[in-house]
């Protein structure tokens, strides 16, 4: 597996791997990133933006299997918000999500003092890995958030990365 900065090519195939994943915990519901007006330009969208990237996975025959994205958080100066960690079945469970936040949050530190997220409490895997990488869970979003449907957020101090 490879990591790469996403390119225009790779936008439909990541934005086809979020929305499966989505409807497979019946998660294609307003309030969630299903709707994000940016799913099907990601790579222009987070080109736009100051100290923002999105990254995807791809495997030996250079097919994208997964991404995650870091993009500053609403208005709160020194914040950043990792977002749409998603894989694809058949890459599950080979680190790949922890990889894909290792380089996000590397490029978060370099930015950042915080690094954000929202996400569900259904979603075990994912909000284990998150405690496991640092991340402590708060009682309530921060302000600004766009995500109604979440229930679990995450905030992680960037200080202390190795």
Not at 65 to 93: D, H, N, R, S
Not at 102 to 109: I, P, T, Y
Not at 126 to 149: C, V
């Amino acid at each position: 597996m490879q990591i790469r900065e996403i390119e225009e090519k790779d936008n439909q195939t990541i934005e086809r791997i979020i929305k499966r994943s989505l409807e497979s915990f019946n998660l294609n519901i307003p309030g969630t990133a299903y709707f994000d007006p940016q799913l099907s330009s990601l790579a222009q969208y987070y080109k736009e933006q100051s100290n923002a990237k999105y990254w995807v996975a791809v495997n030996e025959q250079d097919e994208v299997v997964g991404g995650v994205g870091i993009a500053p958080f609403g208005q709160e100066p020194g914040i950043c918000e990792l977002q749409k960690l998603y894989i694809t079945p058949e890459a599950q469970g080979m680190g790949l999500s922890k990889d894909l936040m290792k380089v996000a949050l590397d490029f978060a530190k370099e930015h950042y003092s915080h690094c954000y997220l929202e996400t569900l409490k259904k979603l075990q895997a994912a909000n284990f890995l998150y405690i496991k990488l640092g991340f402590q869970q708060l009682e309530r979003p921060l302000n600004g958030s766009e995500h109604n449907a979440t229930d679990a957020w995450f905030i992680k101090d960037l200080s202390f990365l190795g």
